[in-house]
């Protein structure tokens, strides 16, 4: 109870603080006085300051006030950080406006990466891409096969010169007792070492992977 009331009477003086022999004479009677009051200047509950010839007391919620009003290098000081901080708060808000913006572009960017991907989905699976690491050397006559597509792509082709590669490939599966990977694996032998002769262009059910793309039309040039 002493505790409090000493806390209670400390506060009530306001920004003008007390006389510590002020506190001394209210409270003769607790023995422990000083203990209590260093124990509340150690928790900053109150604080101490000599001003003249004597001590004062001030509670911690009028102590900033007093040296804002009484202490001008303080207040000035006080001033200049809260002035600094205002700024620095000001920037962050700033700075949260614009990642926020950021994120909402990268959020739209991947649902837009997302509708693209759906949209090649639908006219190649995944499993139709035939890469060039996923296929094992298979030994099949380089000259055989050539003859036969070069064959295979004059009497399919269009008024323009495009055929599709799906029909080739079973075309030229049936005809040669191939598989689909083997197919795939010699096209791109032949093409490869013949690319001033064939072209490839984008687009079909099926085809080959040339720089992130299905191409899944060939003509001969």
Not at 30 to 59: A, D, M, P
Not at 93 to 120: M, Y
């Amino acid at each position: 109870m002493s505790l409090e009331k000493i806390v209670a009477t400390i506060e009530a003086r306001g920004t003008e603080g007390i006389k510590k022999v002020e506190i001394r004479r209210e409270f003769q009677e607790v023995e422990e006085l000083e203990s209590i009051l260093q124990e509340l200047l150690r928790t900053r509950e109150i604080f101490i300051e000599r001003k003249g010839n004597s001590f004062y007391c001030w509670h911690k919620s009028h102590y900033l006030q007093k040296l804002l009003s009484s202490d001008q290098k303080f207040s000035l000081l006080y001033t200049f950080m809260n002035s600094i901080q205002d700024s620095s708060n000001t920037r962050f808000d700033s700075l949260n406006a614009k990642l926020d913006t950021v994120t909402i572009q990268l959020r739209e960017i991947t649902e837009e990466v997302k509708i693209l991907a759906r949209s090649e989905h639908r006219y190649v699976d995944q499993d139709d891409l035939i890469l060039p690491k996923q296929i094992e050397p298979i030994e099949i006559n380089y000259d055989k096969f050539k003859e036969q597509l070069d064959q295979a792509l004059d009497s399919a082709s269009s008024s323009i010169g495009w055929v599709e590669l799906c029909n080739l490939r079973k075309d030229l599966c049936s005809k040669m007792n191939i598989s689909r990977e083997q197919f795939y694996h010699s096209f791109e032998e032949v093409v490869s070492n013949n690319y001033d002769k064939y072209e490839l262009s984008t687009g079909g059910e099926e085809g080959v992977q040339l720089r992130g793309m299905v191409h899944g039309f060939v003509r001969c040039i």
